[in-house]
């Protein structure tokens, strides 16, 4: 049964109303493989397939986060369509909170807690121990009114914050959950809020940063310049929040500014991997040294990996994985021959100001092994290209994929129709691969956001 709610309450925008958003859904649908029944049962080894319960799941959400706490598994948050049926919609965020289990599919929570955004991020930390705890935040959220200060010029012509207003605030703040009681509010970043940010957890920290936001929003941002005064672009700023004293503190910032990067801590080190920056799309692969407050590079996609963007990524049993996502086009595309980025470019316009990627021609997935400092590409997820902005989990072994977006096109900027929205949500078997890594032995569940 399809499964059905409102996202935005606001507006009621049913999209169970609409079906599909466009007539190619039938046809991009790719079945999983059928067992007739001879024979031995097929193993559960290296295959994708359709996960139980999202069979049909054409919910049209983009930049949902998805996780996993005591076993149980949550999506919160959203991006909602900008057209549907053809119809131009003002951009909207979701405050959709649902809880899944392959038994009994999706169950409504109610509104999310902490309200409606999209471009959200977070992370769990100590997964699968007795003292697991989700920190999420950031992202974006629409108000009814332009009520928000803003950084920009007051009447007097001052740069300053209250110098517009806004009804679209970025955000900059972090909350946690225990799976169990309410939702606490934390100290939010002192730095500027953002969009798309990395964001990952290890034991006692959080780390959070890059992304995009607005410049010039500190006396101290280091791009601060009468060019920049009012406008947002990519940060390259790193923070961490530690726990136990429930502060922030700034550290060394990236390499390259970047936003939607993917961010993992297979062995409770910080990791940040790809995103892009105008027109440069990166593969590379960057670790935090807490003792010299340094960023190391490491290997990068090999071969002809592309760099990525958009994606969603995980950690389990102490490896990493990046699953999905968008890169230059292929055609439009061309090669980093000015050392720019690490991968293909984004065609430079006249301009020079083109700020986006489209789908991969499948849905692309790596495995990231800390202890080698080497990548394994696997079994792509079998839709007919890659997802923009989808989601993820780990569950019993199982990584779930679903929600997101296939964009398609050689326009600069394909309008939202020509965007093919999935139907359904897949899984792939984790557990032989990651049986060859000893887990924790303080671990009660195998499960990992």
Same mark, same amino acid.
């Given at each position: #049964?399809?499964?059905?709610?409102?996202?935005?309450?606001? &507006?009621?925008?049913?999209?169970?109303?609409?079906?599909?958003?466009?007539?190619?859904?039938?046809?991009?649908?790719?079945?999983?493989?059928?067992?007739?029944?001879?024979?031995?049962?097929?193993?559960?080894?290296?295959?994708?397939?359709?996960?139980?319960?999202?069979?049909?799941?054409? @919910?049209?959400?983009?930049?949902?986060?998805?996780?996993?706490?005591?076993?149980?598994?949550?999506?919160?948050?959203?991006?909602?369509?900008?057209?549907?049926?053809?119809?131009?919609? &003002?951009?909207?965020?979701?405050?959709?909170?649902?809880?899944?289990?392959?038994?009994?599919?999706?169950?409504?929570?109610?509104?999310?807690?902490?309200?409606?955004?999209?471009?959200?991020?977070?992370?769990? #930390?100590?997964?699968?121990?007795?003292?697991?705890?989700?920190?999420?935040?950031?992202?974006?959220?629409?108000?009814?009114?332009?009520?928000?200060?803003?950084?920009?010029?007051?009447?007097? *012509?001052?740069?300053?914050?209250?110098?517009?207003?806004?009804?679209? $605030?970025?955000?900059?703040?972090? @909350?946690?959950? +225990?799976?169990?009681?309410?939702?606490?509010?934390?100290?939010?970043?002192?730095?500027?809020?953002?969009?798309? $940010?990395?964001?990952?957890?290890?034991?006692?920290?959080?780390?959070? =940063?890059?992304?995009?936001?607005?410049?010039?929003?500190?006396?101290?941002?280091?791009?601060?310049?009468?060019?920049?005064?009012?406008?947002?672009?990519?940060?390259?700023?790193?923070?961490? !929040?530690?726990?136990?004293?429930?502060?922030?503190?700034?550290?060394?910032?990236?390499?390259?500014?970047?936003?939607?990067?993917?961010?993992? %801590?297979?062995?409770?080190?910080?990791?940040?991997?790809?995103?892009? +920056?105008?027109?440069?799309?990166?593969?590379?692969?960057?670790?935090?040294?807490?003792?010299?407050?340094?960023?190391?590079?490491?290997?990068?996609?090999?071969?002809?990996?592309?760099?990525?963007?958009?994606?969603?990524? !995980?950690?389990?049993?102490?490896?990493?994985?990046?699953?999905?996502?968008?890169?230059?086009?292929?055609?439009?595309?061309?090669?980093?021959?000015?050392?720019? *980025?690490?991968?293909?470019?984004?065609?430079?316009?006249?301009?020079?100001?083109?700020?986006?990627?489209?789908? #991969?021609?499948?849905?692309?997935?790596?495995?990231?092994?800390?202890? =080698?400092?080497?990548?394994?590409?696997?079994?792509?997820?079998?839709?007919?290209?890659?997802?923009?902005?989808? %989601?993820? !989990?780990?569950?019993?072994?199982?990584?779930?994929? #679903?929600?997101?977006?296939?964009?398609?096109?050689?326009?600069?900027?394909?309008?939202?129709?020509?965007?093919?929205?999935?139907?359904?949500?897949?899984?792939?078997?984790? *557990?032989?691969?990651?049986?060859?890594?000893?887990? %924790?032995?303080?671990?009660?569940?195998? %499960?990992?956001?």
């Amino acid at each position: #049964m399809q499964p059905c709610f409102t996202l935005n309450r606001k &507006a009621d925008l049913d999209l169970c109303q609409f079906g599909s958003s466009t007539d190619m859904h039938g046809l991009l649908t790719l079945l999983p493989p059928i067992w007739l029944g001879f024979g031995s049962v097929p193993s559960r080894e290296g295959k994708w397939e359709v996960a139980p319960q999202m069979e049909r799941v054409d @919910w049209n959400l983009t930049h949902a986060f998805a996780f996993v706490l005591g076993a149980k598994a949550y999506f919160a948050t959203g991006t909602l369509p900008v057209s549907v049926d053809g119809v131009s919609l &003002a951009e909207d965020f979701s405050d959709a909170f649902y809880h899944y289990s392959p038994e009994d599919g999706f169950k409504n929570l109610g509104p999310f807690p902490a309200g409606k955004r999209g471009y959200a991020i977070g992370s769990v #930390m100590n997964p699968g121990t007795d003292h697991e705890m989700l920190y999420f935040g950031f992202g974006q959220t629409r108000l009814p009114e332009a009520t928000a200060l803003r950084w920009g010029n007051d009447t007097n *012509g001052n740069y300053t914050l209250g110098g517009q207003m806004t009804a679209y $605030p970025r955000l900059a703040d972090l @909350w946690r959950w +225990d799976g169990q009681g309410d939702w606490e509010q934390l100290p939010s970043c002192p730095g500027i809020g953002r969009t798309h $940010p990395a964001f990952v957890t290890v034991p006692g920290k959080v780390y959070a =940063g890059a992304g995009f936001g607005e410049l010039c929003a500190q006396s101290n941002w280091e791009n601060c310049g009468t060019d920049t005064a009012g406008k947002s672009d990519n940060l390259r700023d790193m923070w961490v !929040f530690e726990v136990d004293n429930m502060n922030w503190s700034s550290i060394s910032p990236l390499p390259q500014r970047r936003h939607h990067p993917f961010a993992f %801590s297979p062995d409770n080190h910080a990791y940040v991997f790809g995103g892009h +920056d105008r027109q440069a799309v990166y593969k590379s692969l960057s670790r935090y040294n807490v003792s010299t407050n340094t960023w190391t590079q490491l290997a990068s996609l090999p071969g002809q990996g592309q760099g990525r963007v958009a994606g969603t990524q !995980f950690s389990h049993k102490g490896l990493a994985y990046v699953l999905g996502g968008e890169a230059a086009s292929l055609t439009r595309g061309t090669p980093d021959v000015n050392g720019v *980025g690490d991968g293909i470019r984004l065609l430079n316009l006249s301009n020079g100001t083109l700020d986006e990627h489209r789908g #991969m021609p499948t849905g692309e997935f790596w495995r990231y092994n800390p202890a =080698g400092d080497a990548w394994q590409k696997l079994p792509p997820m079998p839709d007919f290209q890659s997802r923009w902005a989808m %989601s993820s !989990f780990v569950l019993e072994d199982y990584v779930y994929g #679903m929600f997101g977006v296939f964009r398609f096109g050689d326009d600069a900027r394909p309008p939202p129709e020509t965007w093919v929205w999935p139907t359904n949500g897949y899984r792939y078997y984790l *557990g032989a691969a990651a049986d060859k890594k000893k887990s %924790s032995p303080n671990k009660k569940h195998k %499960s990992r956001a």
